[in-house]
């Protein structure tokens, strides 16, 4: 795909993704939202690729959703919907299709917040496993001064990563605040300066990547997004049982406590495509 709102670095097997619109501030497109979709997807199938950092060019990560077209169409693309209840295919969120992709992507994505990030700019990083963000720098929620909803899935992410207390105090006021609150709150791991922020965020990728073996972790982040909706500890329990047997006697734990006990480096080897995307314990429900 030939990117025109995003541009990706490989590089030591961490994939750079920037929003690359700086003159608007990085403001979301539908083009940027099709790019965004089509880097994770790659990032996943790719084995040279073991964690993904997603940054903004200039002095931006994301001013939200662009409110003039270059094409002149309507601002969420829903050109071609009438009425109360059009079909899905034509009022599906754009920031909701790459919240999608970054929760199926198996490898690491870190968010190197690197400047203010409102509406979409902020949903759209709920996904993603852990965020840095620039010291002093203005986030928000703000649909509801806009008169709209959150959208992205935040509905599900943000009471999930803050609690629904804060979630509820930030979602319904709309209101900016500073990435310090953020930080406090636990929506950001750690604030840094400006010019030192993807850095940090690249150092925290080679440290989740450097020992870790590319399916566990691919498992591992898998769990611990999903299980914790389980109605039930039992639930977990099944889904654990089973994930350490098969690593154990299938995938790269049949190294792990050899290397161990042997004082040497585990050998890493099972190929990511090897392992099922989908299991029966975490069931995708269709869209509808």
Known sequence: MDYQHIRTELADQILTITLNRPDRLNAFTLRMKDELVHAFGEADCNDD????VVTGAGRAFCAGMEM???????VFGYDDAEGMEPPLSKIRDSGGEVSLAIFRCRKPVIGAINGPAVGVGMTMTLPMDIRLVAANTKVGFVFTQ??????ACSSWFLPRVVGMQKA????LSGDIFLSEEGVEAGLFHSAHDKESVLEAAQAMARKLIAKSSPVAVALAKQMLWRNPTFDHPKQAHVVESKMIYWSNMFWDGRDGFTAFLEKRDPVFDTPLHDVPKGFSFWPEPPLK
């Open 146 to 151: 806009r008169g709209l909803t959150p959208e």
């Open 68 to 74: 003039q077209p270059e094409d002149g169409g309507q």
């Open 168 to 171: 509820m105090e930030w979602v």
């Open 49 to 52: 690729v073991r964690a993904v």
